[in-house]
């Protein structure tokens, strides 16, 4: 892999907490990707943060857990800092 690549990866490491939210929840990612429609491998990808739900993806999954979709993101120190500015 490219460094950039491999730098890419790591700033987005555990960006969501979709697992986290599952496993608090009981719910598994074969429940999640049955209700929501999508491949199992997927939601699989999602839970690793291997990839990224679009926001539309996050309020659905929200809603279904019945939580407020701020708690399935997680904002790093610098992406804060910015915000603060």
Do not use: F
């Amino acid at each position: 892999m490219q460094a950039q690549t491999v730098h890419a990866m790591e700033e987005n490491k555990d960006l969501n907490r979709i697992k986290v939210m599952l496993v608090e929840k009981k719910r598994t990612c074969k429940w999640l990707a049955e209700q929501i429609g999508k491949d199992r491998a997927t939601v699989s990808k999602w839970c690793t943060n291997t990839s990224q739900p679009s926001l539309e993806m996050l309020l659905k999954i929200a809603d279904l857990l019945e939580i407020n979709y701020t708690e399935l993101i997680r904002a790093t120190p610098k992406e804060i800092k910015q915000n603060e500015k």
